[in-house]
């Protein structure tokens, strides 16, 4: 990590932290069962609502909002409101993928409805969707404009109703064979990429950046965001265990339908007839591999993963970001992407 | 109901759902499932996603918004996107109840839950309550000056974080014990009170009506929403089973822990003694009904209806409405107010 990345997003990021803890109303007293359930998820407290510290995830989305905004020329204090709302909307989309996928840890410790049931983790989700809002809000304190304040909210409710079109898709997949190629994009861009773009799209608002910028950013956001996952698609796959800490060949042994299989099924017939068959042991995951290698499903997926890796670079050099954060946002963009694990 | 109430509810109400046709992209098109299954819960679309006409309920909420903006001095139409959005987000509330509260049917259609399982209804329930906040933005293209939307939803979003602490405490207090009127009185001021309130004070905000008549509109939408409340709760126990279309002393039957309910349990140790008990046959209903009128618990949970009655009267005197939506303002809350069904 350069010193750039590592000093600013210190910085940043224990700025984030208090911030959402503001937001989440934690203070030094015990919280109540409400916003225990909160403090929970966000790993402050445990079960019995006693303070902990807990690993709280790469927070790479608010970090992208505040390294934007500095590089965009703007002061990124002031987008702390954001960078906070976009890491707790990121975390209420978790409390409900985890009870719509019926998960019972997350980040080694158990999931909220796991531990307070399905209805109140519902609520408490629904309730962390409110507060992300709120703390939108808060940017109007740290003398960002009205209208511009208006207009990031706007765009950050457009991309809520993008992210539940990518989790309908999703679990509508794992329901139906003959997803194509094109329905997955669409999909994995709602699930993923659209936050990370709003995350870029809201730092360049922030800063006032002219809509040319802020468009440029947004870009490069989206398209790393889909080199993120098309790279986690490959890493599923082909990964190094050693590296990714997954036993190889996951997602060939869950029959997940990521990028590569579905090029695969629709290239190969000897996969399509190769995933009929109900049991995935060995044998099925190195015959998976060879059909996928051979219809050239591997070369399609890392294509792919190159042409979104290079338009992002090339829509952040657009965007001309300045000074330290540029650097930082470059260094980081290349972490992200240059990633075997 | 007079003539103002009715010519105005009926241009106002068609006009709001005009709003939230657009707002929730109902076009001349079949629906995609993913609006398809919020056009279902709209009453829309039947099941195959075909058109139906539904009663889509009394929206009172958005319609006092709507006479609240006329009353204050403002023009309506600039409040639509706000009335629709408090119906929206009404409607996604309802979504989301249904599955907490395991609810198999509404309006005498099957739940969104029943038709397309859990995992989908907590997701487009989320994609309601993001497009609540999108319909919220459109203030702004009505020519609501930017600081004014902004607080609006603020106002809108503590409010959601208000309902969800009233879902909480509702989803508790099944579980236990011991539940005090004074927890009893939090948890509906939430769950319901805030709400109405928000409408009425989204309209006089959006009116650009003073902060003492503002503040004077919201009281009067709370105590509106309590007295409604307080007044179900009677009807539950003590309502004219034809008139109501419900049987007689349901929420004796049901154990529900309404208001009369818990006053008897914290002043009548018979009440205590026969609540221990597990059957609710005809012997139990009237051993409880008059157990509870015995303590006092009807006159207390009447004397607390007329209380918030004429505090909500008071301050919709105070907050001096005027014209024709003033009529129908005070006609509306008196229909809500001497309700006995």
Redesign the interface.
């Known amino acids: 990590m350069s010193s750039e990345l590592k000093t600013l997003s210190q910085t940043m990021l224990a700025a984030l932290n208090e911030e959402m803890r503001s937001v989440l109303q934690s203070g030094e007293e015990q919280p109540d069962?409400?916003y225990g359930m909160i403090h929970y998820h966000m790993g402050w407290v445990n079960e019995q609502l006693q303070p902990v510290q807990v690993y709280p995830g790469k927070q790479i989305r608010p970090l992208l909002c505040l390294l934007t905004c500095q590089a965009a020329g703007g002061d990124w204090q002031q987008a702390l409101p954001a960078a906070a709302a976009i890491e707790i909307l990121h975390n209420f989309s978790l409390v409900?993928d985890d009870?719509?996928d019926a998960s019972p840890t997350r980040r080694g410790r158990q999931t909220m409805w796991q531990i307070w049931g399905?209805?109140?983790a519902?609520?408490?989700?629904?309730?962390m969707?409110?507060?992300a809002?709120?703390a939108m809000?808060r940017l109007?304190d740290c003398g960002v404009?009205?209208?511009i304040?208006?207009q990031a909210?706007?765009r950050?409710?457009?991309t809520?109703?993008r992210?539940?079109?990518g989790?309908?898709?999703d679990?509508?997949f794992e329901k139906r064979d003959g997803v194509t190629v094109a329905e997955y994009m669409a999909m994995i861009e709602g699930k993923t990429a659209v936050l990370v773009s709003l995350a870029a799209e809201l730092g360049a608002r922030i800063a006032g950046a002219e809509e040319t910028a802020v468009a440029h950013y947004a870009q490069f956001g989206l398209e790393l965001g889909l080199a993120f996952q098309v790279k986690d698609d490959i890493l599923g796959i082909w990964g190094d265990e050693a590296l990714t800490g997954k036993s190889a060949a996951t997602d060939i042994t869950t029959k997940k339908k990521t990028l590569p299989v579905l090029y695969g099924l629709e290239h190969s017939a000897e996969l399509r007839q190769l995933y009929t068959q109900n049991s995935t042991d060995e044998n099925f995951v190195s015959q998976a591999i060879q059909h996928l290698d051979t219809c050239g499903a591997r070369a399609f997926t890392e294509s792919k993963a190159s042409a979104y890796s290079e338009g992002s670079f090339d829509h952040l050099q657009a965007a001309q970001p300045h000074g330290a954060a540029a650097l930082a946002l470059h260094e980081l963009t290349n972490m992200l992407l240059q990633r075997n694990s």
Do not use: Y
């Open positions: 069962s409400f409900h009870i719509e399905i209805e109140q519902i609520n408490t989700g629904d309730a969707f409110a507060l809002h709120l809000s109007l404009p009205a209208p304040v208006v909210l706007r950050f409710d457009e809520c109703v992210l539940t079109q989790q309908h898709a679990m509508d």
